[in-house]
C-alpha cells in the first residue's frame, strides 16, 4: 500500500466478518491501475469493490485471450475430465457458463453431449441452446435441469459467488456435477505481489483457496469428486484450482 494510506475494514462478502489485512497490487506500472485488495481468515481474497466488467465482445474475447494455442488449450479441461464426468451422470446435457469461443461447447458436443451456454458477449447471436444474458441475474434456466454446469473461470467475477453456485445446484439433476476452474490464493505462498497473474483489477472481485471453496460446496450439498492445483497453461490459465462436485442424491 502507499505510505500513509489508510485501509478501513470491510465486510468479507462470503463469510461476513470485517476484515482490516488488505494489500495494494498494480498490474502495470501505472499507479491508477492499483487495486486493493482484502484478505479474510475464511481463506478468500477479494477487492474492496465489485469491478465494473467490461462489456465483452469478440474483440475483447480476442484480445483477452492472448495465448495463440487458444484453439487446442481452450477445450484442454474438457479434453481431460469429461471421462471422468460421464461416469458420475447418466445424462449428457451441458450449461457452459461465460463460455467465450466456442472451443469447449464445440468439443463437448463432437462427444455427443446437448451443449448450452449462457455468456454476457453481446456478439453472441442468440438461440434456443446460445443465451446472451448474465447467469448471476437471468431467469431463463429455471425451467431447464442439466447434467452438468462447467464454469470455467468464471467464479471469480460473480458479485455473489454463493448465489451462483446455489443456483447451479438447482438447475443441476439429482446426480448433476459442477466444474469449476478459478485462481487459487495458496499459489500466493510461493508468488510474490505482482507475480501471481491473477491481479485483474476490471476482471476480478472474489479469489479462493482450495479449502475455502470446498467448503463452500459442501454447505450447498455437493460432494467433492475432484481437487487439484494447476501449475501449467495447458488449461489456458495457470496458477488456478480444479474442482469437480456432484450433488448428493443418496
Not at 184 to 208: A, E, Q, S, V
Amino acid at each position: 500500500m502507499a505510505s500513509g494510506q489508510v485501509v478501513y475494514p470491510k465486510q468479507c462478502p462470503i463469510c461476513r466478518r470485517p476484515t482490516a489485512y488488505a494489500k495494494s497490487v498494480s498490474e502495470t506500472a501505472n499507479p491508477e491501475d492499483a487495486a486493493l485488495w482484502y484478505f479474510c481468515s475464511c481463506g478468500v481474497c477479494f477487492q474492496s469493490e465489485p469491478p465494473e466488467l467490461k462489456i465483452k465482445d469478440s474483440k475483447y474475447v480476442g484480445t483477452h485471450l492472448k495465448i495463440k494455442e487458444y484453439d487446442i488449450i481452450g477445450h484442454h479441461a474438457a479434453k481431460q475430465y469429461s471421462p471422468l464426468i460421464e461416469e458420475l451422470t447418466y445424462g449428457r446435457k451441458i450449461l457452459d457458463v461465460g463460455f467465450g469461443p466456442m472451443n469447449n461447447i464445440n468439443y463437448f458436443k463432437e462427444r455427443g453431449w446437448i451443449t448450452f451456454g449462457i455468456d454476457t458477449n453481446k456478439d453472441i447471436v442468440e438461440s434456443d441452446r446460445l443465451i446472451k444474458d448474465d447467469f448471476e441475474t437471468t431467469e431463463k434456466l429455471y425451467q431447464k435441469t442439466y447434467d452438468l454446469v462447467w464454469m470455467g473461470f468464471v467464479l471469480q467475477q460473480f458479485k455473489n459467488p454463493i448465489g451462483a453456485l446455489k443456483k447451479a445446484y438447482d438447475i443441476l439433476q439429482d446426480d448433476g456435477v459442477i466444474f469449476i476452474s478459478t485462481p487459487d490464493t495458496d499459489f500466493l505462498h510461493n508468488k510474490t505481489g505482482n507475480l501471481f497473474p491473477h491481479w485483474r483489477k476490471d476482471d476480478t472481485y472474489i479469489m479462493w483457496n482450495e479449502r475455502s471453496l470446498c467448503r463452500e460446496l459442501e454447505k450447498l450439498g455437493f460432494n467433492i469428486i475432484m481437487k487439484r492445483r494447476n501449475y501449467y497453461q495447458r488449461f489456458g490459465y495457470d496458477h488456478d484450482l480444479h474442482i469437480i462436485a456432484q450433488k448428493i442424491f443418496y
